[in-house]
């Protein structure tokens, strides 16, 4: 397995701009978690999902920030319209059905910045 | 609710000595606790785990770690450190629904 796959690894827009980020997790995850990370406010967990079904999404700063998985393959993180505030390292991380309570395997992240 | 506190923002060791990250925990029962290090422009990367059983649990690069209930500690230890190793270490618990609640993470700088 090639680990929880994101993309971009890099992403450069401008403020007003639609931006969505991917996440590809590890084949037989049962938990997905999105967060993001910055140096003012650490690691904060934004949306999680059992089995593809949203749990928790009080952590997603505001209507602009979404969250979707339509198969368990695949989930999207999408800010519309993005602000320079946005800018920051999002990670997506799984855990594994059947695996050690609560570990988690993150991604590589996505770094965000909105000019 | 859980949470972790990790005391120390930033440590600086001189390669080849001893490093020890201190996290405290709040949790109501057996916790679930977590070790994980971050390199610059990486992902987390899990370095140790402690669910039941001994106390001083081993991972990888060296590390380990001690479970110390009565002080609510998961103190994370490295008897000779590496100039590898430097990089920000977050002290984790598990939470309801797979959560994990991190600690504000330790930056370690490894002087040569």
């Known amino acids: 397995d090639a680990g929880v796959i994101q993309s971009p690894r890099h992403e450069v827009t401008e403020m007003g701009q639609e931006v969505t980020l991917r996440c590809k997790p590890i084949s037989g995850h049962n938990s997905l978690f999105w967060y993001r990370q910055t140096m003012m406010r650490g690691l904060e967990l934004l949306i999680y999902?059992?089995?593809?079904?949203?749990?928790?999404d009080s952590g997603m700063p505001e209507d602009r920030f979404s969250a979707k998985m339509p198969n368990a393959s695949f989930s999207t993180l999408k800010i519309q319209p993005s602000e320079p505030r946005d800018s920051a390292v999002y990670f997506c991380a799984n855990t594994l059905a059947g695996g050690d309570y609560n570990e988690q395997f993150f991604g590589p992240g996505t770094r965000l910045t909105v000019l | 609710a859980q949470s972790v506190t990790q005391p120390d923002i930033h440590i600086t060791v001189s390669e080849g000595a001893s490093l020890e990250l201190r996290c405290n925990y709040s949790?109501?029962?057996?916790?679930?606790l977590f070790w994980y290090v971050q390199s610059p422009g990486q992902g987390l990367q899990l370095l140790l785990k402690?669910?039941?059983?001994?106390?001083l649990v081993q991972g990888i690069k060296g590390f380990e770690a001690e479970f110390k209930r009565s002080q609510s500690s998961f103190n994370l230890r490295k008897p000779s450190v590496h100039w590898s190793d430097a990089a920000e270490y977050f002290c984790a618990v598990g939470a309801l629904g797979n959560k994990l609640v991190f600690g504000a993470g330790t930056i370690l700088r490894v002087k040569s």
């Open positions: 402690y669910f039941s059983g001994d106390t």
């Open positions: 999902f059992n089995n593809n079904v949203p749990i928790d």
């Open positions: 949790y109501g029962a057996t916790p679930y």
